[in-house]
């Protein structure tokens, strides 16, 4: 089994940073694929980021210029840092991992942006 532990979630304002950090444990082995999503009450999960195991990096558009992905493999973790942040950046935001055809998620952290 594999564990994933968010956070760096909380309440900024807008224009202000955050980074989120995602921690993997359990049954890590060769992680294939790390990405951040984020969600709002009545609307579909949405994809903000992803990084492969080659390190190559696709973002929302949404996020383009602002938001950064980055993974340590020799931790286990992904990173987000979210710069410029605007109150429709608010979400619960979730960590996600696949591994060997797996998914694993965890359980999410949240970002509230203040006008």
């Known amino acids: 089994q594999v564990q994933l532990v968010e956070s760096g979630g909380g309440l900024v304002q807008a224009g202000g940073s955050l980074r989120l950090s995602c921690a993997a444990s359990?049954?890590?082995?060769?992680?294939?694929?790390m990405a951040w999503y984020r969600q709002v009450p009545g609307k579909q999960r949405e994809l903000v980021a992803t990084?492969?195991?080659?390190?190559?990096?696709n973002y929302a558009d949404s996020v383009k210029g602002r938001f950064t992905i980055s993974r340590d493999d020799a931790k286990n973790t992904v990173s987000l840092q979210m710069n410029s942040l605007k109150p429709e950046d608010t979400a619960v935001y979730y960590c996600k991992l696949i591994q060997y055809g797996s998914t694993y998620w965890g359980q999410g952290t949240q970002v509230t942006v203040s006008s």
């Open positions: 359990g049954s890590i082995f060769t992680i294939n694929g």
């Open positions: 990084i492969t195991s080659g390190g190559t990096t």
